[in-house]
């Protein structure tokens, strides 16, 4: 989510090292960070010129977040957090928390998903070699269980009302979805998907999209037990993951796939060809997205550093962030890229 | 001799497992080095295509790609159970793959057609050969037979071939090795455009 840039802009004491090139404005993230080296946290964003202008045309100045996000569409989805927080007159923390505001809804959302295709991973690995479909088949059940057992153990520490209880189901959660990222990571690392003609494009996402939303529940976990390094670590650890060991070469992948349609092929079996050729195209169109998709969550998992900051920024304990950000309606899926869509973003 | 004309083309820009497949079909022997093999292959398959007398006073590589298409043409219309259709104007290869792949798709899957899906995925077809429908772009178009097509477990998992429950019709003498083996070279056509097209999007982002 990119608020409109004319809502907000860096204050005047950042502008001189924006205009150096020192600080750059993250616009995932809606703030300013440092161009090089930690590329942490530098400075909120404040209203634009564009935005002071158009609020003192206004017949009565508007001051609260209702007439704001009027003039700022893309913070409608997330007003109703923003003013469970009461960071109405905090414009700039308003732009900053954003990012985290989709995180955590697309978290909700991605474990909703993740019930409808409850058991269906094992299916769609059905055509593995036996042992790694077993492997399959049970990683299936266990990490969907884990999922869940994660979530519940979330929820109950966002809703407990005693400090030690949401702790210990921090940790609870925090653990259970890095045994579930890992197990999905040792299932990517043993059958190689991308490289692996058995699977198709749906089934490796589906793969890939178990190690996002663990990943997005760690993180969620980590940002209630309130340590930042701990919390900055996961968001560097799963990043890198993803662009170490889930990113791919869409042509390596369309070939693996194309030269094995074309195995066993004789003149007594050459029906199915026609339509498998007929595939080609659109299989280049699935892993065109599939690229743009594993981008996009290496981005959006970098992202998550820099919400190691809210707390303070908003002078609001982390379980409090969250459980505005969870009551947010409307926010969309990002984690999982979406879909098939052309730019994956 | 068309020593580079578009069969020559496609075998030199086909993959070890293209290059096998072909030969398998026409039960012509490689020996692993690359320009003698693609010899090999045009020679087998013109030789496979053409009358066995004319082939006596042709050049081994003489016989025209869109020759051999014309009749692969037929015989696909026949087995999807169309009429040959209309060719007008000057052939365009790839129009004429074009209609030969939904042709084929759909003969495949006739048994469960209805009468109406037959004619609307022959309309489809005639619309590829006069280039009015491509596949390549098939999958933004909301055709029939790409409905036909998303049936089937597309590449990736369903590699299998025979392994679905699919039309097999039988073809008449060499049409048995030269329809697998033109569907081969239609796979070298829409592997490299796609490797391409996948190229430029790496190469923009």
């Known amino acids: 989510m990119v608020v409109d840039k004319w809502v907000f802009t860096a204050s005047a004491k950042w502008q001189p090292l924006v205009r150096a090139g020192r600080v750059v404005l993250n616009e995932k993230a809606n703030r300013l960070i440092w161009a090089r080296g930690s590329r942490k946290f530098v400075s909120a964003l404040v209203p634009s010129h564009d935005l002071t202008m158009e609020l003192a045309r206004a017949p009565l100045a508007p001051t609260g977040l209702q007439e704001l996000i009027k003039l700022a569409p893309a913070l409608q989805t997330v007003a109703p957090a923003l003013e469970a927080l009461q960071v109405v007159s905090a414009i700039g923390a308003a732009a900053s928390v954003a990012n985290l505001a989709i995180s955590v809804a697309g978290f909700a959302a991605v474990l909703a998903r993740l019930q409808r295709i409850e058991g269906k991973l094992d299916e769609m690995l059905v055509t593995l070699r036996g042992d790694l479909a077993d492997l399959a088949g049970k990683l299936d059940d266990v990490a969907m269980a884990t999922l869940l057992a994660g979530r519940d153990s979330l929820e109950r520490s966002l809703a407990a009302t005693a400090e030690p209880e949401r702790l210990e189901s921090a940790r609870r959660a925090r653990d259970r979805f890095q045994d579930c990222r890992m197990a999905s990571l040792a299932l990517w690392r043993r059958t190689v998907p991308w490289l692996n003609p058995a699977m198709n494009v749906a089934t490796v996402l589906e793969l890939q999209g178990r190690y996002v939303a663990s990943a997005i529940g760690e993180l969620q976990a980590a940002f209630i037990l309130g340590d930042a390094g701990a919390f900055r670590h996961v968001a560097r650890t799963t990043s890198a993951d993803v662009r170490a060991e889930m990113m791919m070469s869409p042509v390596s992948a369309l070939r693996v796939r194309t030269d094995a349609a074309l195995k066993g092929l004789s003149k007594d079996n050459f029906q199915l060809l026609a339509g498998e050729v007929c595939g080609i195209p659109s299989l280049a169109t699935q892993l065109r997205a599939a690229g743009g998709a594993t981008t996009a969550s290496a981005n959006r998992l970098a992202d998550f550093e820099d919400d190691a900051d809210l707390p303070e920024l908003l002078g609001a304990p982390g379980h409090e962030i969250l459980r505005a950000m969870r009551d947010a309606p409307g926010l969309d899926v990002y984690a999982l890229g979406h879909g098939f869509d052309e730019d994956g973003a | ?205």
Not at chain 2, 25 to 52: N, Q
Not at chain 2, 83 to 89: K, Q, S, T, Y
Not at chain 2, 106 to 131: L, N, Q
């Open chain 2, 1 to 205: 001799m068309p020593a580079n004309d578009l069969i020559f083309q496609r075998l030199k820009a086909a993959t070890d497992a293209e290059l096998a497949a072909i030969s398998t079909v026409l039960e012509a022997k490689l020996i692993g080095e690359p320009a003698a093999d693609i010899a090999l292959l045009s020679r087998a398959l013109r030789k496979t295509a053409g009358h066995s007398l004319r082939n006596l006073w042709r050049d081994e590589h003489e016989l025209a790609y869109d020759q051999i298409l014309s009749d692969v043409i037929a015989e696909a219309a026949k087995h999807a159970g169309w009429p040959a259709p209309n060719i007008e104007g000057p052939p365009t290869t790839a129009w004429f793959e074009d209609y030969v792949l939904l042709a084929l798709t759909f003969a495949a899957h006739k048994m469960d057609a209805t009468p109406e899906a037959s004619a609307t995925a022959r309309t489809e077809a005639e619309a590829a050969i006069r280039g009015q429908y491509s596949v390549e772009k098939s999958w933004t178009g909301g055709a029939v037979t790409a409905a036909v097509v998303a049936g089937l477990a597309v590449l990736g998992g369903a590699i299998a071939l025979g392994g679905y429950a699919v039309n097999r019709f039988l073809l008449s003498g060499n049409m048995s090795k030269i329809v697998p083996a033109v569907l081969v070279l239609i796979h070298v056509r829409l592997r490299e455009t796609a490797e391409k097209s996948l190229e430029v999007a790496n190469g923009s982002r």
